[in-house]
């Protein structure tokens, strides 16, 4: 397991921990308002910083260049957009009476997220698969995720009554489109650089995510969100993430072999076509949805996240020993 944690570039590390801390010290101690709002302020600061780094980062002619591979990427974005919403949409209702309303609706969230990028390219190499394709299919899931996220929040989460606002539409125009569109302007002049300190984006990655779930759980316990969640709530949304993953897994893989695809391609829509984004997701979530809200939103993003890690690792490790061999 120790050689599986390094090949994922430590994604399952400290870092880990450090979010289980502050979940765990957020719902225990209740903090003063004063410091919550100041928290939430600089998660937000934080989302705009994120999403600036990641246009200025991000080569324009890589995304037209992985395009052209245009069976594994349509396979990845019907897996991320429309079999991933199905599948959340189908179970919301029966979700309900066993997860809770709010955790219900932080799982239907989730299945409308765009894939991730880091640890889907990581397992993807790790399988022996096509990587620049990877690169691509996740890139594009990310950029398209900032539209086609809020668009298909706007209309499933409407029905579970969550109302978007104008607020909201122009709070994703201002907190993530616009930094992101701004940092692809500026690509040309600063992307060399950011890209050759890949760890100033990484570092602003965990550090967004952390002051993010720390608002989020701050608001919550401030707001008695935990007062009406149960051990059974709990050990429910642990089987109903682990089921989705397994799920998408399945027809990921199957998709793909029914396409015809190569063992390379069929690792690509495997490893980017059952992820959900973290990074991307949380940050959306605080633009769409009320503090105190966030944190029910948060919580099935972070368990699906630590199944799609571990999970996809082994299975990672066993495509490739069995490729190569």
Not at 140 to 149: Q, R, Y
Not at 160 to 173: A, K, P, W, Y
Request: glycine share 6%; net charge positive.
């Amino acid at each position: 397991m120790k050689s599986i944690i390094k090949k994922i570039n430590a994604s399952v590390d400290y870092y880990i921990l450090l979010l289980l801390l502050v979940l765990s010290v957020g719902i225990l101690i209740p903090l003063p308002s004063q410091l919550v709002t100041i928290i939430s302020f600089a998660a937000k600061a934080a989302v705009v910083l994120l999403f600036f780094l990641y246009g200025a980062r991000l080569p324009t002619n890589e995304v037209i260049d992985g395009l052209k591979n245009w069976k594994v990427q349509t396979l990845v974005f019907i897996a991320t957009f429309f079999l991933f919403p199905l599948f959340g949409l189908a179970s919301h209702k029966l979700l309900i009476p066993i997860l809770g309303s709010d955790f219900a609706l932080g799982f239907l969230f989730l299945t409308l997220l765009p894939s991730t990028i880091q640890s889907s390219v990581t397992f993807t190499s790790i399988a022996h698969g096509n990587v620049p394709a990877a690169v691509c299919a996740a890139t594009v899931s990310n950029l398209s995720g900032m539209f086609i996220t809020p668009f298909l929040a706007g209309i499933f989460l409407n029905q579970s009554g969550v109302t978007f606002s104008f607020h909201t539409i122009t709070g994703v125009l201002f907190q993530l489109l616009l930094p992101f569109v701004c940092g692809q302007l500026l690509q040309s002049y600063i992307g060399q650089t950011i890209r050759k300190y890949p760890q100033v984006t990484s570092l602003t990655d965990r550090t967004t995510i952390v002051l993010i779930v720390a608002s989020a759980v701050a608001s919550a316990t401030a707001a008695g969100l935990w007062d009406s969640v149960s051990f059974y709530n709990v050990v429910a949304l642990l089987l109903s993430s682990a089921f989705l993953l397994l799920t998408m897994l399945l027809l990921t893989w199957w998709s793909a072999s029914l396409g015809g695809l190569s063992y390379q391609d069929k690792v690509v829509v495997l490893m980017c076509g059952s992820k959900k984004s973290l990074t991307s997701g949380l940050p959306i979530a605080t633009v769409l949805f009320s503090p105190a809200l966030t944190a029910a939103v948060t919580i099935p993003v972070l368990i699906f996240h630590q199944f799609q890690l571990v999970v996809c690792a082994i299975i990672a490790q066993y495509l490739g020993k069995k490729h190569h061999s």
